[in-house]
């Protein structure tokens, strides 16, 4: 198993453009959730998924959209980049029931926007 | 809001020392998570507990509900722990929206 994968591992962009981070998973996980990580900060909820067809909003989504047409990818969206969105991005899945059980972390998206 | 608060923030300590890194939550929830960050690496679930201790190798995780409480220890401290130990918590009634998580630890071992 390749468990969660995440592409690209590094991008940098210009302010106003657009983009999609890529993130699978091979485990058959019903739950997907997308998180970035800022210096100081904890690790913050942008989007999340119970299941394909199912997307609903974390506690930082502005600027992001999701989508989940299948159980296995979970792609995350930037519309108009902004220097704010500089981060680490990491998906994450896990069983149905998400936060009660073991989390499964890709290995993260460095994004840099100028 | 509820949080997550660790302690300390960073810690550097010598080959072979106890680690103790402490984690306090503000509500009830229903599971405790410890993780480890490992510099320019991926996150990596080490224990999730609801109650009581669990141990994996020279890690033993502990909480403590009525305090609203958790520690991570680490036994006979090697350099190849130093990384970054973060606590999250999911919390009673919160559903599946994610986890909340601590700020994380920063730890050194130095040979």
């Known amino acids: 198993n390749a468990g969660v994968t995440q592409t690209p591992k590094f991008q940098v962009l210009k302010t106003g453009q657009s983009m999609t981070l890529q993130c699978a998973q091979d485990m058959n996980h019903e739950y997907m959730s997308w998180y970035r990580q800022d210096p100081g900060m904890g690790l913050r909820l942008i989007h999340y998924s119970v299941g394909a067809g199912i997307t609903d909003q974390g506690e930082v989504p502005n600027g992001y959209n999701v989508s989940r047409s299948t159980t296995e990818d979970f792609p995350l969206r930037l519309l108009s980049a902004a220097p704010s969105q500089t981060s680490v991005y990491f998906c994450?899945?896990?069983?149905?029931?998400?936060?009660?059980?073991?989390?499964?972390f890709g290995p993260g998206t460095r994004l840099t926007v100028l | 809001k509820n949080e997550v608060e660790q302690s300390p923030q960073n810690l550097t300590a010598q080959e072979g020392e106890f680690i103790t890194i402490n984690c306090s939550y503000s509500?009830?929830?229903?599971?405790l998570h410890w993780l480890q960050q490992h510099p320019g690496g991926g996150i990596v679930s080490l224990f999730m507990?609801?109650?009581g201790k669990k141990k994996h190798g020279r890690l033993i995780a502990t909480i403590n509900i009525q305090e609203k409480h958790s520690s991570l220890h680490i036994t006979a401290s090697h350099p190849r722990d130093s990384a970054v130990y973060i606590c999250?918590?999911?919390?009673?009634?919160?559903?599946?929206?994610?986890?909340?998580f601590g700020k994380g630890t920063h730890l050194i071992i130095q040979p």
């Open positions: 999250a918590a999911s919390w009673i009634g919160g559903g599946a929206d994610g986890l909340t």
């Open positions: 994450a899945s896990s069983y149905v029931g998400g936060t009660y059980n073991e989390q499964f």
């Open positions: 507990l609801s109650s």
């Open positions: 509500v009830g929830i229903s599971a």
